[in-house]
């Protein structure tokens, strides 16, 4: 169960005082796309039986007219009481949302259920200017490339979006965003753009560590009988490479996740339902982990990123000797 759908079990609860249960709903006759934005659950609320779809990943941006068609397809495979469980709803969106009758739950906040409930008391967190904001994919690409492969202190802009396959516009948002983090400064060289980082590479680590997020977007049970390039080991069974720690029955591989979706597309693997099911299982990246390795695994920096919020004490303790002995 993913986060979201842990903060609906509660918020409704909340709203109830009675709890709810998710029950998964078969999606094979849904539009892969659909399968891939949305998990889908049936659920009983207050008498009524709703159909919900819980976004697994927040989209690039919010579109109103995109949630309409999605529900305009999800109606017509599944039937009626359509509910989009969304994990924030801009303030300029509700009223559309609500006039165009798309019903939709933001847990903690607000929910909009026609006929059944509506509770539009807009409890949202804080503002992004009093959060501690984490660094964007890119971002943190860019700084994990340089403190593991190559430093790119003196190289133009230019150089570095080709290095790390990101565009130049996006590579000088990024630089944008190092600079705001008080990471380095951008400097000019001829007519160039070079980046020039205050802080050697430990201290840089330990500077941008608490903004620095874990790269896997989702985790995928698959069959895939021959699994190799471009995924990298990843998760326990890439830490048991580096570490003394057993290895887990089942390897874990890691894909950036428009790679994942390609590969699904194209057949080269096969999605499954449960580990019961499934010969291996990948985690879809935030960034392309490829970039940031020559060999097997992840890298060692993003590889501790991913497990550190396990709760296995003898992974942490792995982790932490990883980083100990991290060649700074």
């Known amino acids: ?27 094979s006759n849904l539009p892969l796309y659909i399968r891939h934005r949305y998990s889908i659950y049936g659920a009983s609320f207050l008498g009524k039986e709703l159909v919900l779809a819980v976004e697994k990943d ?48 933001v847990p ?12 539009l008391k807009d409890r949202q967190p804080l503002p992004r200017d009093q959060q501690r904001k984490k660094f964007t994919p890119a971002a943190q690409c860019l700084l994990l ?10 190289i133009p802009l230019q150089e570095i979006a080709k290095t790390i396959g990101y565009s130049p516009i996006m590579i000088t948002k990024v630089k944008t965003e190092l600079e705001a983090a008080g990471l380095c400064e951008a400097v000019k060289d001829g007519k160039a753009v070079v980046l020039d980082f205050k802080y050697e590479r430990k201290g840089l680590w330990e500077q941008s560590r608490s903004i620095l997020f874990g790269p896997v977007r989702r985790h995928h049970w698959v069959q895939w009988d021959q699994p ?13 490479k580096k570490t003394i720690l057993s290895s887990d029955r089942m390897r874990t591989f890691a894909l950036d996740h428009r790679k994942y979706l390609q590969l699904l597309e194209k057949g080269t693997f096969h999605g499954c ?26 890298d060692e920096l993003s590889l501790c990123l991913s497990l550190a919020d396990s709760p296995d004490e003898r992974v942490q303790q792995q982790v932490e000797k990883l980083l100990e002995d991290f060649p700074w």
């Open 58 to 105: 927040p989209p690039e941006s919010f579109s109103v007219g995109e949630y309409e068609r999605h529900a305009s397809i999800l109606r017509e495979k599944l039937g009626e009481g359509v509910v989009f469980v969304i994990p924030s709803l801009p303030s300029s969106a509700r009223a559309p949302m609500i006039q165009r009758r798309i019903p939709f739950v």
């Open 145 to 154: 490339y340089h403190l593991q492969r190559k430093p790119l202190n003196a």
């Open 108 to 119: 903690k906040s607000q929910t909009f259920l026609p006929s059944i409930w509506i509770d």
């Open 228 to 240: 190799g390039p471009p995924a990298l080991l990843a998760g326990i069974s890439a830490l048991s």
């Open 273 to 298: 339902r449960g580990p019961e099911e499934a010969s291996v299982r990948i985690e879809s990246w935030a960034y392309d982990p490829a970039v940031l390795s020559d060999g097997e695994c992840v």
């Open 1 to 27: 169960m993913n986060i979201l759908e842990s903060k609906l079990l509660d918020y409704w609860n909340d709203l109830t005082g009675e709890p709810i249960d998710l029950t998964p709903r078969p999606d």
